[in-house]
């Protein structure tokens, strides 16, 4: 059965008990998590996070280069001033390349000049070595111009296989 | 107290009844949620997702022009067969333009040419309307050329004071 088909009836048992409709726009906590869209990650439950409390932003691998556009947006209009950013474990991002990723897109329809502009326009940010990717989109945030200069940043790993998180900076 | 001296502890809590170790790297379920960095969504709990069963990539809005890198790289490597966009009420991308955030950020460094010229390479995707956001971004996925043919695409708008969704498209 198609997933968005399900989507209704477990809404449904949530909604039934929900008591928070009253939350302010801004996060009550003044934090942004940064993390993979990952399926097992989980980052309000994995984390604390209660409802209200952060911006969460995901994308494939947790990189801080592809969030930069949401964040100037938590931190300018909705006053947000620490940053924590989490890679995780057995990350598919460090098991490709963009070289090969556009290859594979091509070769899925070979000949097709649209599809081939539009993939290597795309850098797919994938990285080799998992806490080396920790620190180095650490780094990019404290020295990104538009992040703002008191903003306290830190690096972290989620183990997949155990559920436990290690800070890294 | 900063938000991070918080995370240990409260993953503790979490990580001692971790059981989901051994769960795969591909989605379950094959989908993909597009959605809110907002602090009052939270995925997981409000659609029934459960560990291991989606991809979820989340930024300011939900914004699905966004997410083509995280797309491409789940459908493309990890299997994903559909797409659902949810954007939400009382979301912040209603609220302001680009060129009024471009000021709020010069205005904060006058003179500062690096943040002015950083600030005017970004489009911030802000909408007018929520409803039409919805269906342009469902629109916009199902004409992009990186985007499987075949993928099914919905759209919907979840209620941040009444913790419902709606389908839209």
Redesign the interface.
Known sequence: M???L??????????AT?D????A????????VITC??????P?????IE??????????GGVAQ?????I???Q???GTR?I?VFHHT?C??L??TTEH?RE??KD?DPG?A??AE??DK????EFGHLQESVKSDVKFLQEH??VLKDT?V?G?IYD??????S?VV
Do not use: C
Request: no cysteine; proline share 4%.
């Open positions: 198609a997933a968005h399900e989507f209704p009836k477990r809404n449904a048992a949530y909604a929900f928070k409709g009253d939350l726009l801004p996060p009550a906590k003044k934090y942004i869209m990952d399926a097992r990650v989980e309000a439950s994995q984390l604390g409802l209200g409390d952060a911006h969460v932003i995901r994308n494939a592809d969030a930069i556009r949401s100037v947006i938590s300018r209009l909705l620490e924590a057995g598919g991002m098991l490709f990723l594979v897109v899925a097709n649209v599809v539009a993939v795309i850098d797919f940010l111009p538009l306290k830190t972290w997949v296989t155990t559920g436990k998180v800070q």
